[in-house]
């Protein structure tokens, strides 16, 4: 095996917020609530077993005012500081909303979204968050929007691609602006939606830009998985290693901010690799990581014959809901 070297060195996304390496845990939502002690021992056995950034994804069933809480505050500060014991960053992913909004939310209601992201991204700063993610792939309200064959609106929020990308883009613009450059803005898009007629590569380039003029800091790329097609941004055994790479390398290529590569990478060879043809700056793990949470030590001591394997699609986690249900 060539050595692996560029996987565990450390990468700066901004002055106060550097990764020890390039090993993020992929957004891979618990169904667990955030300020339970299970969320926090879950998160914190990643961080012990070397896992760089972790993207946590927070529940809000009753909107982002949810996070506003102060068992949340409390609970969030204790595992924000758990992490760091092991060198770790961690950020919260914001779901933008449920796609199946999309052709119903009223245009009023569309345009008051950059202001709550923006209060709710000024919360968790002052939490002590060193940024956050916003959730604006495969299901999510943001992405379905991008989607021409979801998207069946007949106001400003569609037909061109600007129109379908305005709002991601003015919640970026409203959240950078409200939080300052201390604060890191990550987000999660599909590169494609995988629908006949669909989102493809060369507009999801374009979008890429037009996040990143906005004052985006990081974009995170996945692929499918819009609901109409569930279950592709979870590639199966019959994928091969890395399968998003052709995806996620397209738009790097086209940006000039950080950018996360996910998708079936189970082993440090494919990740060294990915990250030497620059094809990603971060390669992001979801269910490897569930797995086998110390997989990013068992590569650095090249111990990768004893890593769990993973387990394909949603088997990974519990499928009834223990919180919410
Ligand atoms: C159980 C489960 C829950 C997930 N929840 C989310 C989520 O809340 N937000 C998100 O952006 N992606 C979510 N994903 C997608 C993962 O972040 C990741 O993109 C996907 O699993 C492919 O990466 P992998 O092959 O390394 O697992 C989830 C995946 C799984 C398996």
């Known amino acids: 095996m060539e050595t692996i070297e560029k996987l565990f060195s450390s990468f700066k996304i901004r002055e106060g917020f550097e990764l020890c390496n390039r090993i993020v845990f992929a957004p891979v939502y618990l169904n667990l609530k955030a300020d339970s ?16 950034l972790i993207i946590a994804p927070v529940p809000t069933p009753g909107g982002l005012t949810d996070l506003y809480t102060s068992s949340f505050r409390v609970a969030a500060q204790r595992l924000i500081a758990e992490c760091r014991e092991y060198g770790t960053w961690i950020i919260p992913q914001v779901f933008s909303g449920v796609g199946d909004w999309v052709n119903t939310m009223s245009k009023e209601e569309i345009a008051k979204l950059p202001a709550s992201f923006a209060q709710c ?3 968790l700063k002052q939490i002590g968050f060193p940024g ?5 792939a495969h299901h999510s309200l943001f992405m379905h929007l991008l989607s021409p064959p979801i998207n069946h609106r007949a106001d400003c929020y569609n037909g061109t691609l600007n129109a379908r990308a305005r709002i991601q883009s003015e919640t970026v613009k409203a959240i ?11 987000y999660r898009m599909s590169a494609a939606d995988l629908l006949p007629g669909g989102f493809m590569i060369e507009e999801a380039k374009v979008v890429g830009v037009m996040l990143q ?7 995170d790329i996945s692929v499918g998985g819009t609901g109409l097609n569930q279950g592709t941004e979870c590639p199966d055994h019959t994928h091969a290693e890395a399968c998003f790479s052709p995806y996620f390398g397209a738009v790097k290529k086209a940006l000039d901010i950080p950018l996360i590569g996910v998708g079936r990478i189970t082993s440090g060879e494919s990740a060294e690799s990915i990250l ?3 094809k990603a700056d971060l390669v992001a793990l979801g269910r490897q990581l569930v797995a086998d949470p110390y997989w990013p030590l068992k590569v650095k001591e090249q111990r990768e014959c004893g890593i769990v394997p993973m387990a394909d699609w949603y088997k990974c986690v519990p499928r009834k809901n223990p919180v919410y249900n």
């Open 132 to 136: 956050m993610e916003i959730h604006g």
């Open 176 to 186: 950078k602006s409200r939080v300052g450059s201390d604060f890191s803005l990550f």
């Open 213 to 219: 003029t906005a004052g985006l800091d990081c974009l």
């Open 37 to 52: 002690n299970v969320f926090r021992s879950f998160y914190v056995e990643r961080a012990r077993g070397g896992t760089g």
């Open 276 to 278: 030497c043809r620059n």
């Open 121 to 123: 991204a000024e919360k």
